[in-house]
């Protein structure tokens, strides 16, 4: 059975025009090249993530065999800080979140053409209650989306280049994925990153700020 959105996903179609994107793009790619893409493990097993990652932020998400799902300050190879968020997503972050506070993380996800993302909750923030924000670049990516439980029934939506997907109250905590990367829609990403198909950045309030 196909589930209705949850409440509070919002989905901004091309909330980013083609020079938004470039322009995105462009800060991405320099993120990148302070924090080289590494490939997280799951916890326990051990085994790789298809998708590839960064991060920008105070704080970043982080995950390994040893360690488990985190946030931390630091690139896990080269041990430096993470780059600062591009202004423009704090901006967008500011005009498309009514939250008080600014997110501390963002999170970079590079997809190939066979990357795919299993069906998760994110839930290693301590403010939980505060949206996730993610923009999508590039390639087209099939998202699916569910309830609190694992098997409640889900409903999926594509995300283009450009597109903006809040998730708010109830959403965020409902579970999502990837299910596929639709290769050869754009060429955006892959013409700047050979092989890379699509980026997602998601931006997170990780902590509560003490008042
Ligand atoms: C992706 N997105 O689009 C994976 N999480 O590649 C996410 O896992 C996600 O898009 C929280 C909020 C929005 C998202
Ligand atoms: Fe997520």
Not at 150 to 157: E, I, K, V, Y
């Amino acid at each position: 059975m196909a589930a209705r959105l949850p409440e509070g996903l919002r989905l901004l179609p091309e909330a980013l025009d083609r020079a938004g994107q470039q322009a995105l793009l462009a800060e991405v790619l320099a993120c990148l090249a302070a924090a080289p893409p590494f490939q997280p493990e799951m916890p326990r097993t051990g085994k790789s993530l298809s998708v590839r990652m960064s991060n920008a932020g105070k704080l970043g998400w982080v995950s390994d065999r040893a360690g488990g799902y985190r946030y931390q300050p630091h690139h896990p190879a080269t041990g430096a800080r993470w780059p600062a968020i591009p202004d423009s997503l704090m901006a967008l972050w500011r005009r498309s979140c009514a939250w008080p506070d600014p997110p501390e993380a963002c999170l970079i996800n590079l997809y190939t053409a066979e990357a795919r993302m299993g069906l998760h909750v994110d839930a290693d923030e301590e403010a939980l209650a505060a949206p996730v924000l993610s923009v999508s670049l590039g390639a087209t990516a099939l998202f699916r989306v569910g309830g609190p439980q694992r098997n409640d029934p889900t409903a999926s939506l594509p995300l283009r280049s450009g597109d903006v997907l809040v998730l708010a109250g109830a959403a965020r905590s409902c579970h999502h994925g990837i299910d596929r990367i639709r290769p050869g829609t754009s060429q955006l990403v892959s013409r700047a990153l050979p092989g890379v198909e699509r980026i997602n950045l998601t931006l997170r309030r990780v902590t509560i700020p003490r008042r």
